[in-house]
C-alpha cells in the first residue's frame, strides 16, 4: 500500500476545532479506502467531511498538507498532533527546518490498519 502524509480532522461533533492529525495515510489499490491510524475511511458526502469512519460513521476532512501551513479551516482552534515518523518529511514539504510547537504536538500513531481488517466490516450485510 502506498503511503501519503496528510491532514486528517474530526468534524463529527465540532465546528473547525475538532482533534486534528497529521501523518501518513495508506491508501487500497481503488483509492476508494484510506488507512490512518488504526482506522479506515470512505469517501462521503457528508455536510462537513469528505470521508467517514467505516466503523463509526463519524465524518473526517482528510486532504494534502498545506505548504503555507493553513490546513484548519480558518476560523478553527487548536493544536495539530503530527506524527513523530513524518516530520522531517512534512518541514520539507513546507520549507522550514524545525516544527513549531505552539502550534503542534507530537505524538506516535497507531501504523495504518490493513484492508484485511476492515474487510468484514466493509463487507457486512445491510
Keep these: 500500500m502506498k503511503k501519503t502524509i496528510m491532514y486528517v480532522e474530526l468534524k463529527s461533533g465540532f465546528n473547525d476545532n475538532g482533534p486534528a ?6 491508501y ?6 484510506f488507512y490512518f491510524n488504526g482506522k479506515a ?3 462521503g458526502s457528508g455536510i462537513s467531511g469528505n470521508y467517514y469512519d ?7 476532512w482528510i486532504s494534502g498538507v498545506k505548504k503555507n501551513r493553513q490546513d484548519r479551516h480558518w476560523t478553527g482552534s487548536g493544536k495539530v498532533m ?11 514539504i513546507i520549507g522550514k527546518s524545525n516544527l513549531d510547537e505552539r502550534h503542534f ?5 497507531e501504523p495504518s490498519a490493513s484492508s ?3 474487510h468484514e466490516v466493509e463487507n457486512r450485510k445491510l
Excluded: H, M, P
Aim: glycine share 8%; net charge negative; charged share 35%.
Design 21 to 26: 492529525w497529521i501523518g501518513y495515510i495508506a
Design 28 to 33: 487500497s489499490k481503488s483509492g476508494q479506502t
Design 82 to 92: 503530527i506524527d513523530k515518523n513524518c516530520i522531517d518529511e512534512y518541514l520539507r
Design 116 to 118: 484485511k481488517e476492515f
Design 105 to 109: 504536538e507530537i505524538v506516535s500513531l
Design 41 to 43: 475511511f470512505k469517501k
Design 54 to 60: 467505516l466503523e463509526t460513521g463519524e465524518e473526517y
